[in-house]
């Protein structure tokens, strides 16, 4: 997959994508994450069977920044207040600047709402990538889900 410079953009949430959102979700955290969490892990924090409604429900909510490679999703992020939630590639797109232009964009958002301090809990596969944009490790958490236990890592970036 190669992305064509200026093809790619972000947008706003739009509803024509709100079933591609967590099936990217669960793809992406099950084919790029599993070198870093178990199958068990991987399963408790995205379900195979995907409940449509409940994410529907969710997107109406925190109406994410959508990366759009010609039509096609190839990435999405939730922001509020100073959070930075539920960020995700692609799995084919990992490495293509995605990520990058996610962020990018939510740094650009952050300044414009005059915001000193972002933070996020990334997981153990999104670490270097934060880490990278100058995103500092506070604290390691540890998160029970379906009887399984999950790392993440709260980190922010000033």
């Known amino acids: ?30 084919k790029t994450c599993n070198k870093d969490y178990t199958k068990e ?9 995907i409940d449509y409604e409940a994410w529907e429900k969710r997107l109406d909510k925190t109406k994410p920044y959508l990366a759009i490679d010609g039509k096609k999703l190839v990435g999405f992020a939730e922001f509020y207040e100073d959070y930075i939630d539920c960020f995700y590639v692609h799995h084919e797109y990992q490495g293509k600047g995605v990520g ?4 990018l964009y939510i740094f650009k958002k952050a300044r414009q709402n005059e915001m000193k ?3 996020v809990d990334a997981s153990i596969t999104a670490k270097s990538f934060f880490e990278k944009y100058g995103f500092k490790v506070v604290k390691k958490n540890i998160i029970k889900r379906d009887n399984q236990l999950l790392i993440n890592y709260l980190m922010t970036f000033n």
């Open 1 to 30: 997959m190669v992305i064509e410079k200026n093809k790619m953009q972000i947008i706003n949430y739009n509803k024509n994508y709100s079933k591609q959102i967590p099936e990217l979700f669960t793809n992406s955290i099950h």
């Open 41 to 49: 892990q991987l399963n408790a924090w995205a379900k195979l069977d």
């Open 100 to 103: 990058k232009a996610l962020l």
């Open 117 to 119: 301090k972002l933070r």
